[in-house]
């Protein structure tokens, strides 16, 4: 994970998604989930223009959202885990790929205890 978090706005959203080797990232929380790029050791969360966190309602949202800015993987976190955890629980247990929807490839993984599940996916080539 990043070092460091900071805000963005959609403006500053395309510059962010063009650095190379950058992780996107859905990360839920109460009331949906928060988009999160990070790269540089630092997590950029999109933010609202008054500075709140832009919360989209469900994935199909954020999925919908990233593909119109030509995002073709990103990876959601269904919960966070306390660097306590993650110390206790560094391996992770891979288990069975879902069916993909709409053509997309979906990797599931989870881990030893169960509390975190996290999922990547990617759109085929020429889904745009």
Do not use: Y
Request: aromatic share 6%; net charge positive; with cysteine.
């Amino acid at each position: 994970m990043a070092d460091a978090e900071l805000p963005i706005v959609d403006g500053q959203l395309d510059f962010h998604l063009k650095v190379a080797k950058r992780k996107v990232r859905a990360v839920a929380r109460e009331g949906g989930f928060t988009l999160q790029i990070e790269h540089s050791d630092l997590a950029h969360t999109l933010t609202t223009q008054r500075g709140s966190p832009r919360v989209f309602k469900n994935l199909s949202t954020v999925a919908t959202f990233l593909k119109d800015r030509g995002v073709k993987r990103f990876t959601v976190i269904l919960e966070q885990r306390s660097s306590d955890e993650k110390a206790a629980t560094s391996s992770v247990k891979a288990k069975p790929k879902p069916k993909p929807d709409a053509g997309m490839k979906v990797k599931r993984t989870s881990s030893r205890n169960g509390r975190t599940l996290s999922f990547d996916m990617e759109w085929p080539p020429g889904c745009k």
